[in-house]
């Protein structure tokens, strides 16, 4: 049986195995990092919401305070602290909002990293299925030929033993070729 020939574009299955396994691998380092960004970003709301209930707290307390007829000074002190705990709540604010950016930016990320991961898994699908179907046009081709080996193998054969037969009619000395029976 004839051997079937190397598939011709196996190295650039090779090439596109690899690139895959690059995306693969990419694709989970871009997760990693969104998944590092989210928690931070979880991180920063949880302050930001801490402030924010702070600064309710501090409210309330100058509520009281003035409903109670307090003095100016602890009015006033209360006051400035309350714009200390103001621009600390602008400031975590700013950081989340920061931070939602760099979410975004990774799952962008993240997002042009699986469509490359699947287009490159479909580039080598298409290539596996032209394999598969070169294989078996291959395998076709190899059993076209046997065949015709075969043919020809069977048809020289049936001409050799004809021309014995002929010489054997035709050759009287030979006892064989008296014809009939032997």
Request: proline share 2%.
């Amino acid at each position: 049986m004839t051997k079937a020939p190397e598939y011709p574009l196996e190295q650039v299955i090779t090439i596109k195995k690899n690139r895959f396994d690059q995306a693969v691998k990419t694709l989970e380092e871009k997760k990693n990092i969104l998944e590092k960004a989210y928690e931070k970003l979880f991180d920063l709301n949880q302050e930001k919401d801490e402030a924010e209930t702070h600064k309710k707290e501090k409210l309330e307390q100058l509520r009281e305070e003035l409903d109670q007829g307090t003095t100016t000074d602890k009015i006033q002190q209360m006051k400035a602290y309350l714009k200390i705990v103001d621009e600390r709540l602008k400031e975590k604010k700013k950081k989340v909002a920061d931070q939602q950016k760099i979410v975004d930016a990774a799952q962008a990320q993240v997002d042009l990293a699986t469509d490359d991961l699947f287009q490159k898994k479909k580039d080598l699908e298409k290539l596996e299925i032209h394999k598969k179907e070169w294989e078996k046009e291959m395998r076709y081709t190899i059993e076209r030929k046997e065949e015709v080996e075969h043919d020809e193998q069977g048809a020289a054969t049936n001409q050799m033993v004809k021309r014995e037969e002929k010489m054997r009619r035709k050759d009287p000395k030979n006892p064989d070729s008296r014809g009939g029976s032997s």
